[in-house]
Each structure stands twice: as structure tokens, then as C-alpha cells.
């Protein structure tokens, strides 16, 4: 194809892109690095229902001259990437100093925001995609074994958890794990404790969170890995089933190779999508036991001053993150890419 | 229950037909109205009203009106004409300096509003406060009586009275508490922190003041009544705590008082609930005289970048929002302790009115005060899950406050 | 597999088999059903502050509307709250998104599969990061300018934003489904004198439809689910269902009217249910096709 054709055929949606991602990633990045300028405070008399108190306010015109000198605000650098609220860079170098053992260091990591959110966001989607992948790939092969007329209603049930919208698949769960509610006494009966909550304590929040995220993710692995299931190749499996394979090995050496292509396609999109995991948190309440960094981020801006260097900064990290986690499918999709066109 | 469905209709279509008499008098010849605010009802009633005012004015009331506020009145001209804030959230908007002296306009246009209805900064009048909020006891009165109690004036006593509920098995966990992890959180530790007579900052500077004995002793006695609530307490804001009281499940705690009048008016409520359904002034505690509580006002902002007419339109109609005549309505008048001329207090209404004359303190309106709630708000969770001491829970709120503080350019 | 294999199945592997698919079926389907059987129950019961076993009998409901079931919450949002408002708003926004959306998105990813040149792999690379970003922190950079524009809180501009973020799945999914397609069909076109966008009209449009189709059924999916920019981005007249849900559980106004969003969830979640009815196979048959071989 033409370079000038090519062109045409892209120019849409590059445009929309570019506007609307593109754009916005280059104003967070400017936002991270300016900070609002320093405030000029002045006392004053403030009067309202309550009575007259003497207070500190901002001085609006003093403010205004140095905003109209430099609207961006004053130039941070990287002032904002290395306080306490992101990276923390004096904070970590001074525990690593003080503590003794890794498990210390860690403990006094964990004190700090940035590095909880980090360390959930990792978890959530170090844990959920693995154990997605399997349950996807189990309830395919699975439902692609059950009899023509059941498949179809088991494909529609299995498809529910994926379609519906995180926040509403969230909140119905949330529902349920309360603990007067249905799941959530099960759990106490099992567990025999009648007090056990799983709102309560912080790695009981995280078990609910993942589960929701296998849960809710694992129908996407099932119904790729179930249409994948429908091209093995029959012959292959057939000559298979002549040379004596037993059913696993089957699965095992023709199945599962078959559908390789598909288990990166999965872990790939899974990846991305739990790292910027937030419906969840939002839908659990679960603020106090777990931060990922997108809502970190939301916290940022709704909070009662909003802090939109430090939610820019947050960002940018997110995305270098992103890419570093993408950075080993990048190297193998270059390389198939390579191969195709040469 | 149809019938107060039919009942409720009808109070809608008073409050349309009051909305609209009010619009008659709006006196507004040309301009834009376009509202941004909280949702709790009464300022739907002061949105609604307002609104009736013209043709194509628009309203956005919506819990997340802080995340959009500050941007939709920065743009020239703004969005929003006016928007509906709090002590805490009038802040923001100073500091970005979007909202315009209502001075000029109280002078053409002030009267039916009252005095202490004007929030006044630096000489200014920047808001026009209509009703004040406060938290303050919400109790069970035939629970009490059961065991033998007077209501609790003090948090002490408090513990006591919970103690005795537990041990009498009448309830495992007693008292509620909007607890929720983030701001509801934050704000309980600023209540029990003024009880205690702390102060959130070095007099007189935006230094951080939260670790001292008094935060300490603040934490503490939070703690001890976390004792005494359900498990899940982190995840409760105010409205899981109300569904907890309605269900019958606790039977002391604080709450606004701007939720105390329909506290038991949902369906289902079971009857022994709606018949000790009491409240009373708020609590102190640790021996102070201050209540462990603050004063709140709403009220509402005229936008900066708008032309003047624009500004004047949205003046009147918000007028027109809080006029006296809305205080006619039953209904309107139990929805909050309103500042509005010929408003006279409902039962509901105690509560709050108790908390302004026991001279509780107004909640800071501080430039870096929202930072300092965010910042408690994040940090407290840790302590009351039993993770770290109180010392260094408050040490790290300071610390995460001073990095947001050097940030903002409140800190050096 | 299936054909050869059903008949001489263990017994042991088929109850194996039945059991996991069972417990499946429970684990996928279960909360769906009791949250839709709650939907007809009071609070108080739903919620089962009291006891468990009230969110199944409704005794509460039984004791304020005379009967286990109640049509409250259902009535209240669509009636009072007027939810039906909301259900207009996504379905304007959905079909907007999905027609704007797999219209560049088709033309991009064909030109993508037809380049050849090493730029398309930096275009894929590019849009793969792009689909990774976490979309609130994109939504902080709109909103200044949204308002400066005077666009914020209307459906366009959140069908517009909507379409871009969709933009780098669209591209992805229907790049490798292009690529399935043989090139020799319009080049073959090509050679007895079309242009290229003849050659994509006349021999392309006819065979891409199970690939747009599967792409057309994620690209709903988003715009339907989607939370975070709907949230941020539409004014209160102009929400779509997701907010509107959120607007009425995380808020004092509907205190004692969370079954209003209960009701609502379930409402919000039929529509999508008939969807997978009817498009189930496409969305297999999409994907076998070939999008998702890349």
C-alpha cells in the first residue's frame, strides 16, 4: 500500500487518537512536572453563621500576578516523582538505612502510599491472571465436551460475569460478601468463626478482590480459548488418538500447543487490564485495605483540594509501568513482525 | 404505604407549584443559570427552586461535584455560575480564585437575606450560607432505658452505655460510626481532635500539628469504641451506619444532622426502631468543654468568569432558591436546619441547634486544611486495623500531608 | 473432538466433568440470580442486616408490602428517578460509539494489514500502550479543556471520547482479522483497475462482516460498561446507566433508595443478557475467524 493511500485509510482514527490520548498524556506529563506556585498567606477577619474567627486565607491578588507571569505554575522537575506521596526516594534510602532485615525494609515500604498501591496492583495482577487463565482454560475444554444443546446454555451463562459492567459485577458481590450476607455467612460457617468478615481484615479484602477479578475475567479466557478449542485440527487429534495418546496427553501435547498463540492473546489483554484495575475498589469499598494506582489517582482528584500534579505524577508512573510490563510482549511481537515481512 | 407514595407525590407537587411561585418573582430580565452542587436534599429543594427561575437553566447536583467544581468556573466564561459548597469546599474554590465578592450584588438585591447568612472573607462576602449541618448523638432511647441509662453527653459515658448494651445482650455491636476509610474517617479524628482541644496546625502557620497528645488521645478513644461496632466498620459512611441504626443493630452514634430527619422514614424500618428513635446534643469528651464535633454551613458562590448580567441572574435565582416562602412547606422544613428567615426549628432540628450553642467549633476553613483531610483520611485506616501505633499513624498523616502541602506551594 | 470422543468417555471422567461444569455453572450464574431475586425485596431484607435468610423469604418485605415481593425498587427508579432517561442516554451512546468506532476502525486496521511498512508496527505498538493506559488518569487531562470548549457534560463528547479510547482494541482486533483474509482477493481487484478503497469496498466489505461483528460486540461492551469517563464527563442530565447507578448508591439523596440501584443493576444488566443470547455464536464464530490469531 501507498504511503499517501495508507494515509488516508489511517488519518481517522490516528486523529482521534491523537486528540484524545495522545494529547492528554503530553498535558499530564507538563502537569507533573509544575506544581502550583507558593502561596502567598495573609491573615484575615472571616464571618459567617458561627461568628467571626480570624483565619488564614490566600491572597488572590498577590496570586493572580504571579499566575499571570507563569499560568503553569512554578517548575517542579522531578520534585513531585521523588516525595513522599509517589516514589519517596529520601523516605526509601532512609529505611534502607535504618532497618535491618529485608522483612523491616519491606514493612517500612509498605508505610508508604505509592508503594502499597504498587504492591497491590502487582499482586492483583500477578495473581489474577494466572489463575484466570487456568479456570478459562478448564471451563472450555470443559464446556466444549458437554452434549450440542447444554453447550449453548452453559457458553451464555459463562459469558455473564465478563459482560457485565465491572462496577455492577463488583457491587453484586459486594452484596454477597457482607457478612450477614449469603456468601458471606457461608464463608463464617466454614470457616466456624460466626465474627469473621471479609470487609474486615486486609488480606480477606485482597482474597475477595482477586476472587472478583478471576471471577469476572476468566469467561474473556474461556470463550477466546473455547473458539480456539473449535480449529485444533481434527486429523492431528485423530492420529493422536491412534498412536495411543491417554486424553491428557492429548490435551497436553496438541490441544494446549495449538492454542499457545492465544494463551499470550489472553495474558497480554488481562495484564493490561488488571493492572489499571479500579471498578473493584470502588465497588468493594476497600480503600482501607487496598489502593491500586488508578485509584490512587481518583483519590488524588476528588479529594477536598485537588492535588492534580501529584495525580499527574501518579499517572505517568502508571504508564511507564504499563510499559515495562508490555515491554516483553513488545520484543516478541517485533520479532513476528520481522519475520512476516522479511 | 401507597398512600405515602401519594403523599410524597403531592409533597413534589407543592414544591413544584412553591418553585414556581417563587419564579415569578425572580425578577431576572436576561442571563445564564447553570448550578453545580452536592445532592442531599435539601439542595435539590435549592436547586429545584432555583431552577424553576427561567427557561434553560440547568443544574448538576452530584456527589462528585468536588471533582468538577474548580474546573467548570476556570474556563471564561464558566460552565457553572454558581456553585453549592461547604466551609471545606468553599476552599477550594478561594484558593483557585474562581468565585467573584457578592458585596455589590447584596447591596441591588440583599434583601430577605440574612445577616449571618453571609459568609464574609477578608471584608468580603464570598457565600450565602442557607442551612448548617453539625454531627451529634442520634440514640435509642428504649435501649437506654432498658438498661438503665441516661443519654451519654460525653464519650466516656459513651463507652459505658455500650458496655452495658454488649453485656446485657440486648446488642453485640452497638454504636455506629460513619468510619469509612477516607473522608468520613478523617472527619470523626478532626471531631474527637477539637474535643480534645487539639489543633490540626501550629498557630498561625500551615506546619502540621496532628502528632501531639491530643491526636494520641483522639486516636485512642476511636479506637475503643471500634470496639464496640460491626466488624466492617471501615466500609460504613454514614449511609451504612443510618441502614445499620434502621435495622435495629446499634443504638448510639453520631451522625449529621442533616440526616436525622428521615433517618427512620424508610420502608421496612421495624417498629421498636421508629419509636426510640431519639437525638440529642453532641458529646464531649476527655473532660473538655468543646464538643467533639464541628459546625458546618452550605451555601452558595456566584462564579467569577461570567459577564455581570450572567452573575446577576444567578444571584437572583439562587435568591429565588432560598426564599423565605419555601419555608412554608412541611416537608422542606424538616430537610435541614435551615438559616433562612421565618425557618422554625423541627424536632429534628435539636441536635444541631444544641451543638451551635454548646459553642462547638466551625469546621477550619484553612486554604490547606482539605489537605490535611485527605491526608488523615489515607493514613488512619492503618492504626485502626490495629496496624501501627497511634504515634506513628499520626507521624506518617504528617508527613503525607507535608509532602501535598510543599506540592501545593503551602509548605516550603 | 467431540464427535469421536463423547462416546467413549469413562463414566468417572463424565461425572468429573458434570460436577466442574456444574459448580461452574453456580460460581458464574448464582450471584445474578439471587441479586435479581433481592431486587423485589425491601432494603432491610436485601441487605439482610438482620438475618440471612430474610433475603430469601422477605420478611420485612412481606411485613411492609403485604406479600414477599414488591415492585418498589423498580417503581422507584424508573418512575420517580425516571431511569428509563438513562437507559435512552446509553443506548444513543452505545449505537454511536459502535457505527463511529468500527468505521475508522475498519479502514485503519485494513490499512495496517495492507502496509507492510515498518511504521505499522510502531502504529500497533503505540496503540497497544494506548489501549493500556489506565483511562482516569486520560480523563484529568480532558476536563480543563472540555470546559474552556464549553463540550463538557454532553453525550458527543463522551461518544467521541469513548470512540478513541475503543480506537486501539478496534485497530488491533480487526488488523489481525484483516490479515486473515487473503491479500491476493484485492490485489487481484486491484490489478483490473480499482483503486484501493474500490478494492476494499467492492471485495473486502463483502467478507469482513463475522470479524466486525465480534469487534462491533467488544466495542459496545466498553461503551456500555464503561465508568470512569461517563462518570467524570457527562452532567447529571445527560448520564448514561453506570453513573446513574453509582449516583444512587453513593449518595445521601437516595437514603433508604438503594434498592432503587439494585433494581437498576438489574435492569442495566437485561439488555445485555439478550445481547449474548443472540449474538453467542457470533462472538465464538468472530473469533475463530481468525481475530484472534494475531
Redesign the interface.
Given at each position: 500500500m501507498k504511503n499517501r493511500t495508507f494515509f488516508w485509510f489511517f488519518a481517522p482514527t490516528a486523529l482521534a487518537m491523537l486528540l484524545f490520548i495522545a494529547f492528554p498524556i503530553v498535558s499530564i506529563i507538563m502537569q507533573s512536572v509544575f506544581a502550583p506556585h507558593e502561596a502567598i498567606l495573609i491573615e484575615s477577619e472571616n464571618c459567617g453563621p458561627f461568628g467571626c474567627t480570624t483565619e488564614t486565607v490566600v491572597d488572590q491578588e498577590a496570586m493572580e500576578t504571579l499566575n499571570a507571569e507563569r499560568p503553569w505554575g512554578r517548575f517542579a522537575g522531578l520534585e513531585i516523582y521523588t516525595n513522599r506521596g509517589h516514589l519517596a526516594t529520601s523516605e526509601v534510602a532512609e529505611a534502607w538505612r535504618t532497618t535491618d532485615s529485608m522483612g523491616a525494609f519491606f514493612s517500612e515500604l509498605g508505610d508508604l502510599p505509592f508503594y502499597r498501591a504498587m504492591a497491590f496492583t502487582l499482586t492483583y495482577t500477578f495473581v489474577c491472571t494466572p489463575f484466570l487463565i487456568m479456570l478459562g482454560f478448564a471451563v472450555a475444554v470443559a464446556v466444549n465436551s458437554l452434549h450440542r444443546r447444554v453447550k449453548g446454555l452453559m457458553i451464555f451463562f459463562s459469558l455473564l460475569p465478563m459482560i457485565v459492567p465491572p462496577l455492577i459485577g463488583a457491587l453484586v458481590l459486594f452484596w454477597m460478601i457482607d457478612s450477614r450476607g449469603v456468601l458471606g455467612q457461608l464463608v463464617s460457617w466454614m470457616a466456624n468463626d460466626p465474627t469473621l468478615s471479609l470487609k474486615a481484615s486486609t488480606p480477606l479484602v485482597w482474597i475477595s478482590l482477586i476472587v472478583y477479578g478471576v471471577w469476572s475475567s476468566a469467561p474473556f479466557a474461556f470463550v477466546v480459548f473455547y473458539a480456539g478449542l473449535q480449529t485444533v485440527p481434527k486429523d492431528t487429534l485423530e492420529s493422536a488418538q491412534m498412536d495411543g495418546a491417554t486424553r491428557w496427553q492429548q490435551i497436553r501435547f496438541v490441544v494446549i500447543p495449538h492454542l499457545a498463540p492465544l494463551v499470550t492473546f489472553v495474558a497480554l489483554i488481562q495484564l493490561m487490564d488488571n493492572f489499571r484495575v479500579l471498578e473493584p475498589i470502588i465497588g468493594f469499598q476497600a480503600q482501607a485495605h487496598a489502593e491500586s494506582l488508578s485509584s490512587f489517582i481518583l483519590s488524588d482528584l476528588g479529594g477536598e483540594t485537588r492535588q492534580l500534579s501529584s495525580a499527574a505524577a501518579t499517572s505517568v508512573l502508571t504508564i511507564i509501568g504499563v510499559a515495562i510490563l508490555l515491554s516483553p510482549v513488545l520484543v516478541r511481537t517485533w520479532r513476528d513482525f520481522r519475520g512476516r515481512s522479511h | 404505604m401507597f398512600l405515602k407514595k401519594v403523599a410524597m407525590a403531592g409533597a413534589f407537587a407543592l414544591m413544584g407549584t412553591t418553585a414556581m411561585a417563587a419564579g415569578h418573582g425572580c425578577g431576572i430580565t436576561d442571563g445564564r443559570v447553570s448550578i453545580v452542587g452536592n445532592e442531599f436534599p435539601a439542595i435539590q429543594t435549592v436547586g429545584a427552586a432555583a431552577v424553576a427561575c427561567g427557561e434553560g437553566f440547568t443544574k448538576n447536583l452530584t456527589a462528585d461535584h468536588q471533582q468538577i467544581n474548580v474546573a467548570g468556573m476556570s474556563g471564561n466564561p464558566a460552565e457553572y455560575t454558581t456553585a453549592i459548597v461547604a466551609n471545606s469546599s468553599i476552599v477550594a474554590l478561594m484558593n483557585e480564585d474562581v468565585i467573584r465578592p457578592l458585596d455589590d450584588l447584596i447591596a441591588k438585591h440583599g434583601d430577605g437575606i440574612n445577616k449571618n447568612q453571609l459568609i464574609t472573607i477578608n471584608g468580603q462576602v464570598m457565600a450565602v450560607a442557607f442551612m448548617a449541618n453539625a454531627q451529634h448523638l442520634v440514640y435509642r432511647a428504649d435501649v437506654l432505658e432498658q438498661v438503665g441509662l441516661e443519654p451519654p453527653t460525653t464519650y466516656e459515658e459513651m463507652l459505658a452505655a455500650a458496655e452495658a448494651i454488649r453485656a446485657a445482650g440486648i446488642m453485640e455491636n452497638p454504636v455506629g460510626g460513619a468510619y469509612a476509610a477516607g473522608w468520613n474517617l478523617a472527619q470523626e479524628f478532626n471531631n474527637m481532635f477539637l474535643g480534645m482541644g487539639g489543633s490540626h496546625f501550629k498557630a498561625g502557620t500551615a506546619e502540621p500539628n496532628v502528632n501531639t497528645e491530643a491526636g494520641v488521645k483522639a486516636l485512642e478513644m476511636m479506637k475503643a469504641l471500634s470496639a464496640y461496632m460491626n466488624p466492617d466498620f471501615l466500609t460504613h459512611d454514614s449511609n451504612a451506619t443510618n441502614a445499620e441504626f434502621r435495622a435495629g443493630n446499634t443504638a448510639i452514634m453520631n451522625m449529621w444532622g442533616s440526616r436525622a430527619a428521615t433517618l427512620v422514614t424508610a420502608e421496612g424500618v421495624p417498629q421498636e426502631v421508629v419509636d426510640g428513635f431519639a437525638i440529642a446534643g453532641p458529646m464531649t469528651v476527655g473532660g473538655g468543654d468543646t464538643p467533639a464535633t464541628t459546625l458546618w454551613w452550605d451555601g452558595w458562590t456566584v462564579a467569577k468568569n461570567i459577564s455581570d448580567a450572567d452573575a446577576e441572574a444567578t444571584f437572583l435565582a439562587m435568591k429565588a432558591g432560598i426564599a423565605p416562602s419555601l419555608m412554608e412547606d412541611e416537608e422542606i422544613r424538616t430537610q435541614a436546619v435551615w438559616l433562612i428567615e421565618g425557618y422554625e426549628p423541627t424536632e429534628a432540628a435539636v441536635g444541631v441547634f444544641a451543638a451551635a450553642n454548646a459553642g462547638s467549633i466551625p469546621y477550619p476553613m484553612l486554604p490547606y486544611m482539605g489537605l490535611m483531610h485527605t491526608a488523615l483520611g489515607a493514613e488512619l485506616a492503618d492504626f485502626m486495623q490495629g496496624n501501627e501505633s497511634a504515634e506513628q499513624a499520626l507521624a506518617d498523616v504528617e508527613a503525607a500531608y507535608t509532602a501535598a502541602a510543599k506540592e501545593n506551594g503551602f509548605l516550603n | 473432538?467431540?464427535s469421536?470422543?463423547?462416546d467413549r468417555?469413562p463414566l468417572s471422567?463424565k461425572i468429573g466433568?458434570w460436577i466442574?461444569?456444574g459448580i461452574?455453572?453456580v460460581?458464574?450464574?448464582f450471584?445474578?440470580f439471587?441479586?435479581v431475586w433481592?431486587s423485589f425485596k425491601?432494603?432491610?431484607?436485601?441487605?439482610?442486616?438482620?438475618?440471612?435468610t430474610n433475603?430469601i423469604f422477605g420478611r420485612?418485605?412481606e411485613?411492609?408490602?403485604g406479600s414477599p415481593f414488591t415492585l418498589?425498587g423498580y417503581e422507584g427508579a424508573f418512575i420517580q428517578e425516571e431511569f428509563w432517561r438513562n437507559a435512552i442516554n446509553t443506548l444513543i451512546v452505545c449505537v454511536c460509539v459502535v457505527t463511529v468506532s468500527l468505521?475508522?476502525?475498519t479502514?485503519?486496521g485494513?490499512?495496517?494489514s495492507?502496509?507492510?511498512?515498518?511504521y505499522?508496527?510502531w502504529?500497533?505498538?503505540i496503540?497497544?500502550?494506548?489501549?493500556?493506559?489506565?483511562?482516569?488518569?486520560?480523563v484529568?487531562?480532558?476536563?480543563?479543556?472540555f470546559?474552556?470548549w464549553?463540550v463538557?457534560?454532553y453525550l458527543p463528547t463522551a461518544i467521541?471520547?469513548l470512540?478513541?479510547?475503543n480506537?486501539?482494541f478496534?485497530?488491533w482486533m480487526l488488523h489481525s482479522f484483516f490479515e486473515s483474509i487473503p491479500k491476493d482477493l484485492d490485489e487481484a481487484a486491484m490489478v483490473d483497475g480499482c483503486t484501493?478503497?474500490q478494492a476494499?469496498r467492492h471485495v473486502i466489505i463483502p467478507v469482513m462482516w463475522p470479524g466486525v461483528i465480534t469487534t462491533g460486540l467488544f466495542s459496545f461492551?466498553l461503551a456500555?460498561?464503561?465508568?470512569?469517563v461517563t462518570?467524570?464527563i457527562l452532567?447529571?442530565?445527560n448520564r448514561t446507566m453506570?453513573p446513574q447507578?453509582?449516583?444512587f448508591?453513593?449518595?445521601?439523596?437516595t437514603?433508604?433508595?438503594?434498592m432503587f440501584?439494585?433494581a437498576a443493576?438489574v435492569s442495566?444488566?437485561v439488555p445485555?443478557?439478550i445481547?449474548?443470547?443472540f449474538f453467542?455464536r457470533q462472538?465464538?464464530?468472530g473469533?475463530?475467524a481468525g481475530a484472534?490469531?494475531?
Open positions: - | - | 473432538m467431540e469421536s470422543g463423547v468417555r471422567l466433568l466442574f461444569v461452574w455453572f460460581i458464574a450464574a450471584p445474578f439471587w441479586t433481592g425491601v432494603e432491610l431484607d436485601f441487605f439482610s442486616i438482620a438475618d440471612w433475603a420485612n418485605t411485613a411492609t408490602h418498589a468505521t475508522i476502525g479502514l485503519g485494513y490499512a495496517l495492507r502496509s507492510g511498512k515498518k505499522v508496527f502504529f500497533l505498538i496503540a497497544l500502550m494506548f489501549r493500556a493506559l489506565p483511562q482516569v488518569a486520560l484529568s487531562g480532558y476536563l480543563p479543556i470546559f474552556d464549553n463538557w457534560g467521541i471520547v470512540v478513541a479510547i480506537q486501539p478496534t485497530l484501493q478503497f476494499f461492551l456500555y460498561n464503561d465508568f470512569i462518570t467524570m452532567n447529571e442530565g453506570i447507578i453509582a449516583a448508591l453513593g449518595t445521601t439523596y437514603e433508604g433508595n438503594v440501584a439494585v443493576v442495566a444488566t445485555l443478557f445481547l449474548v443470547m453467542q462472538i465464538v464464530s473469533l475463530t484472534v490469531k494475531g
